[in-house]
């Protein structure tokens, strides 16, 4: 599958950047494209000129708002984001069509955190943008959720993701949910990390984006999972996980090791890759609750049997019983057995829900506090009245 990625803000241009360092890898090591085109969107100037991989000119690393920002952001007010990226929404669709290989472009994946201004304001308003420009390809979301000390230590950050995550919704096809906090929660050194959450953020998406687009047979699985499946399961909210088993890199000759037991291993081996996908998804969620679900065993050829297809289908349907599931197999590297799997079509996310609730409770005490300092300043208006002014 190939995607045209546009990241908006930070958070969402440094994962575009990870994105476009993702199809380098591809090329380099698949020889093959899964990117045809990587923006970055930004109302700040020394955000896009820290960036990697994303071609440095003016067309792919995109400075929108300059005129009412100075190029120095909107400072979480997502409002702001918004309304600028309707101004120079433009912009951005006109280097879209620039992009050389746009005519293969499957879907676009548009990104950002959802807790700032610039990306959580302009994200929603630019996916409407290109859902009526290009109304033929799906339009997907990837929203950054942010860390918990963050939701308590800023007020703001609640209320933006809530409308951020409302808007979206509402246009895009999907959205996957990734949910920064997840990626402390073993090593909290990562907090402090942004580059290394970002490469696990993107990791799943390599071996799914790339098992469609291989041309050689050996590559191409029994079952070939390609940018038709991955579009038929994503709807609406949707989570993403991997999870990967050490397969021995050498084998006894003579067949030997094609016994009963080496079977079992090797479904035993596919369990625990799913389990680690399923336990590492990219938001806590219930698999119950899903609609559709994906899973795609890359390994070697020689490791994809029958029996591994059939028992991990078994385990998805025993925990996402409600789903439509859909799957596929990549051969591929040595050593390893390698699980991506998609819930989407998710029909309740707590996350998502108690960003709705806290945030309709802000709303109504900032009203509450605005009128209290109102009336204060009315108060200090009122004592001043007998004293002359100088102006
Ligand atoms: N995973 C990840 N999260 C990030 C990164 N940068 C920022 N964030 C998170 O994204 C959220 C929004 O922050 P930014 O992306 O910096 O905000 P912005 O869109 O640039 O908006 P303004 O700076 O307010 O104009 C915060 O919750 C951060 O924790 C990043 O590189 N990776
Ligand atoms: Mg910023």
């Known amino acids: 599958m190939k995607l045209v990625v546009i990241g908006f803000g930070q958070c969402g241009c440094r994962i575009a950047d990870e994105f476009a360092r993702l199809n380098r890898r591809a090329r380099g090591q698949r020889g093959i494209e899964i990117i045809t085109g990587a923006f970055a969107v930004n109302t700040d100037a020394a955000d896009l000129s820290g960036l990697t991989c994303i071609k440095p000119d003016y067309q792919h690393r995109i400075l929108i708002g300059g005129r009412k920002t100075g190029g120095h952001g909107v400072g979480k007010i997502n ?214 679900a994906l899973y795609l065993i890359t390994a070697p050829a020689r490791e994809v049997n029958m029996d591994l297809v059939k028992e991990l289908g078994d385990y998805l349907k025993d925990i996402a019983s409600e789903a439509i599931i859909r799957n596929g197999d990549y051969p591929r590297e040595r050593g390893s057995l390698d699980i991506t799997v998609i819930l989407s079509e998710l029909n309740d996310v707590e996350k998502v829900r108690k960003y709705y609730t806290k945030s309709a409770s802000f709303i109504h005490e900032t009203k509450k506090r605005r009128e209290e300092v109102a009336s204060k300043l009315k108060g200090i208006e009122e004592a001043s009245r007998d004293i002359p002014s100088l102006l």
């Open 79 to 292: 409002e702001l984001g918004a309304e600028i990226a309707r101004e120079d929404g433009d912009k951005v669709i006109d280097a879209i069509r620039t992009a050389k290989r746009f005519f293969e472009t499957d879907a676009f994946l548009l990104i950002a955190g959802s807790a700032g201004g610039t990306g959580s304001g302009a994200l929603p308003v630019m996916t409407q943008f290109i859902k009526e420009r290009y109304s033929d390809k799906p339009v997907y979301n990837l929203i950054v959720l942010p860390f918990a000390h963050e939701e308590t230590t800023e007020e703001r950050t609640i209320y933006n993701s809530a409308t951020c995550l409302k808007s979206a919704n509402s246009v895009t096809d999907a959205i996957f949910l990734v949910d920064n906090q997840r990626y402390v929660r073993k090593d909290f050194s990562l907090r402090n990390n942004l580059a290394k959450i970002n490469a696990l953020i993107v990791e799943p998406f390599y071996n799914l984006l790339c098992a469609g687009e291989e041309k050689k047979a050996k590559h191409i699985g029994a079952k070939m999972l390609d940018a038709g499946d991955i579009i038929q399961t994503l709807v609406g909210w949707t989570v993403i996980g991997y999870g990967k088993s050490q397969l021995p890199l050498f084998r006894f000759p003579f067949g030997i090791s094609r016994n009963f037991r080496k079977k079992s291993t090797e479904t035993h081996k596919g369990i625990q890759a799913m389990d680690e996908a399923i336990s590492e998804l990219s938001l806590k969620c219930s698999p119950m609750d899903s609609g559709r």
